[in-house]
């Protein structure tokens, strides 16, 4: 009597379980959304880092500069498909190479961890993806000295 009490308590709950799942339909956007959009980055976060402060420490409200700074990322189909690099003010580059100027083709990469927002047809990172945000690591002339920016959506 027990196990057959049991058996139904598990056919009962399987079949809810079934009945409950999303359809597909429920879940697509509709076609009238907008899948081609822009998002404008600012410096959130500018981080020095030495073997002191590992933590690192915030740079970001100490110089002006930092403010004028932007990074567009352009999305066709909901996916990255360019982006625009505008240092503004800041009288370095997290690179060590040039960034083309205007709107460059570039993708998220996905397939490695942390995901790599990469120029299209080069080996270029521009920025790495962790954990909702983007940032960018970079080196100045000090070797101990090791820098990071991060972003936050900005309203333009």
Known sequence: MMRKCALTVTVVSVLLALASCEDDSRTKMLSDYHSDFDINYGLFHVYQ???????????????????????????TDNEISAVTFDNGDVPFSPYSYEIPSGKVNAYLNTN???????????????AYYVNGEFSIPFKL????????????????
């Open 112 to 126: 490695v961890l942390p995901n790599e927002l990469r120029l299209t047809d080069s080996e270029k990172v521009i």
């Open 49 to 75: 880092y030495d073997e002191v402060n590992i933590n690192g420490i915030d740079l970001a409200s100490k110089f002006d500069f930092f403010n004028t700074f932007r990074l567009t990322l352009h999305y």
């Open 141 to 156: 002339d000090c070797p101990s000295l090791d820098y990071k920016y991060t972003f936050k959506s900005i309203q333009q």
